[in-house]
């Protein structure tokens, strides 16, 4: 059967909606979804033996995680995308969540799979997965927010769908031991005020983590959404570090040391450093500030039907607590409104906004701010631009700006 | 049980250990014992890193640059690279030895890595050619960015100043006008259709 594409779709949504507005239309003649048959009215469909592992309709072909070529030397040491844009409520799914890899996807045996605890410690040991799951467990929804996401955004506007600018973000849920249990079990000496984690990839990722964080609500993670991790988010274990950097979660996770100081390893120093305008970079610049963006519309969801009823929904999250409140404005900041957030609000965790509008098919520019928990109110890109300049790459957590045009397209734009 | 512990997990052979714990500190804690020159390392790099990297760490089209950037921190255009930007030679023999070359990593013995090192350092010139890189004359080498970096100060220069009751009504002296579109640039994969109709 021949898919239909998601342009089609939103055409034929265009040409009903253009008969709606101006209020509840009459429709001209009968509509044939209604008077004739279609095959699944009529004919079986497939028994419940087909589809052992579901996927997707067929019809959402298109909710797909997307890359950007020119922005990497290949594919291995490189991103993709969560399509936003698609996704509603505030859990990723898992085959959407994006990947960010720098020795691609590693293969795990579980079965062959260790993680080691060694350096400042009492006993030094060594867990397999078999060991880990007999361990006290806990659930939790945490965002994971990539370092750079919407970095291609700091010189100004660049890429066009909020895939594209904010989709280096997941949600889900783990399913894992607290890191305090792991390391109690090993005996952290009075001198270990550092963790170093590693991963088991080719690319031997390590991040230097501070004990109190580490003891704090680190988990080390098998499940994410109730199943085991996939592959690309470090099947069998990962390292789930809530409110920080992506970076630091280190993947197929194998080994932690603990030490008295910082390891200033690759990752923590040419990478994930912030270079200011004066030529001199801050560093271990861990949490993810406050920030949101509008999903719907954007760019690769633009108005299809029409003047009238008009649902503005996004998602917000901070590294630092939870987002009580998000604002947003259809004029570029001159009036702004409250949003109503809906769903579950849990700390550093995504969170879902609505602002519904009677649209009057005049063009707007649309912007959300969120405030997080703390009090701080999520700042323009040209507040962060002057303490920080154009060139730090990360922790771009500025207001996004779409400009939606009377025909309901959206493009991504920067505003004075 | 253990004590303070649920006795699981077993205890940790030293060469075990010794296998997976090649991490290098700032102040030496970790380095192998070895050494390398800068001739043993060129001959290293145009072998196993050139084809990426470029003959003199100047990089191969979207790879790593290696070598020079000297001074372009501040500049709009800043060039990162081992010599320009990198504070700690730790980093520079961990991260050899643990991932590179790429598709290939871990197939470097510590001579090899320290070679390869005292290397990359004469092409950024920080060392002679003459010079010898061992875990004895590591403490000699300072990095010309050593100072660059400083703790997160995010908390003193912004979480403060960014904490307020926000404008809600006539907040802006003027309209907003739009400065910068995306769609001028053109750059987002899948836009060859007009924007705004969704892409493929």
């Not at chain 1, 040209?382 to 300049?389: E, H, P, T, Y």
């Not at chain 2, 699981?8 to 380095?31: F, T, Y």
Request: charged content about 25%; proline content about 6%.
């Amino acid at each position: 059967m021949k898919t239909p594409t998601r342009r089609a779709f939103l055409r034929g949504a265009a040409v009903a909606g253009a008969a709606l507005s101006g209020g509840r239309a009459m429709a001209q003649s009968a509509d044939p979804a209604i008077t004739e048959l279609r095959p699944w009215m009529q004919q079986l469909g497939e028994g419940v033996d087909a589809r052992p592992y579901g996927h997707p309709s067929q019809y959402e072909a298109h909710v797909v995680r997307r890359n950007v070529p020119w922005l990497t030397a290949d594919p291995v040491s490189s991103v993709n995308f969560t399509p936003l844009h698609e996704l509603d409520g505030i859990i990723t799914p898992n085959g959407l969540c994006f990947e960010r890899h720098h020795a691609g996807i590693a293969e795990v045996d579980p079965a062959e799979h260790r993680l080691m605890i060694n350096g400042l410690v009492e006993r030094p040991l060594v867990f397999t997965m078999a060991d880990l799951m007999r361990f006290p467990r806990v659930n939790r929804v945490h965002f994971l927010e990539c370092a750079a996401n919407s970095g291609m955004e700091w010189a100004g506007a660049q890429l066009n769908g909020c895939q594209y600018t904010h989709g280096m973000i997941h949600n889900v849920m783990y399913t894992g031991v607290p890191l305090r249990l792991l390391l109690e079990e090993a005996g952290v000496k009075a001198a270990g005020t550092w963790l170093l984690a590693e991963g088991a990839d080719a690319a031997a990722m390590t991040r230097s983590i501070p004990m109190e964080k580490a003891l704090d609500d680190c988990l080390v993670a098998w499940k994410m959404n109730g199943e085991a991790l996939r592959p690309e988010q470090g099947y069998p274990v990962r390292l789930v570090v809530p409110g920080w950097e992506g970076n630091m979660w280190v993947k197929w996770l194998r080994r932690l040391e603990v030490g008295d100081q910082p390891w200033e390893q690759r990752e923590e120093t040419s990478k994930y450093t912030d270079l200011l305008d004066n030529g001199r970079a801050r560093k271990f610049t861990w949490e993810m500030d406050a920030k949101s963006v509008i999903t719907s519309p954007s760019p690769q969801a633009p108005i299809t039907h029409g003047k009238g009823p008009l649902v503005i929904t996004g998602v917000a999250w901070s590294g630092r607590g939870t987002i009580p409140r998000v604002d947003v404005t259809t004029d570029g900041g001159m009036t702004w409104h409250q949003a109503r957030m809906s769903g579950p609000s849990m700390d550093k965790s995504m969170h879902r906004f609505y602002l519904e509008i009677d649209w009057d098919g005049a063009p707007m520019l649309l912007q959300s701010r969120a405030m997080d928990s703390t009090g701080y109110v999520q700042p323009t890109k040209d507040m962060l631009r002057k303490v920080r300049g154009e060139n730090s790459i990360y922790h771009n957590n500025g207001i996004q700006t779409w400009a939606v045009n009377a025909n309901g397209e959206a493009e991504n734009v920067e505003i004075s | 049980s253990r004590d303070g512990g649920f006795g699981l997990g077993r205890a940790a052979l030293p060469e075990e250990v010794a296998a997976w714990d090649i991490d290098v500190r700032p102040d030496g804690q970790g380095l192998p014992r070895g050494s390398g020159d800068v001739a043993t390392g060129e001959e290293i790099w145009v072998e196993t890193c050139a084809m990426c990297h470029g003959d003199f760490g100047e990089a191969v089209g979207r790879w790593p640059q290696i070598a020079g950037g000297w001074d372009t921190l501040n500049r709009k255009d800043p060039v990162k690279t081992v010599g320009s930007y990198w504070p700690y030679l730790s980093t520079v023999i961990d991260y050899v030895h643990r991932a590179m070359p790429f598709g290939n990593a871990q197939s470097l013995e510590p001579d090899q890595v320290y070679a390869l090192t005292a290397y990359i350092l004469y092409l950024n010139n920080v060392v002679d050619e003459d010079f010898v890189l061992s875990d004895q004359t590591f403490a000699e080498v300072k990095m010309p960015n050593a100072d660059g970096f400083f703790m997160d100060d995010r908390p003193e220069t912004e979480l403060k100043e960014w904490t307020y009751e926000p404008c809600m009504e006539n907040c802006k002296e003027a309209p907003a006008e739009i400065v910068m579109r995306a769609a001028v640039l053109d750059v987002t994969p899948g836009t060859d259709e007009a924007a705004g109709e969704g892409q493929r």
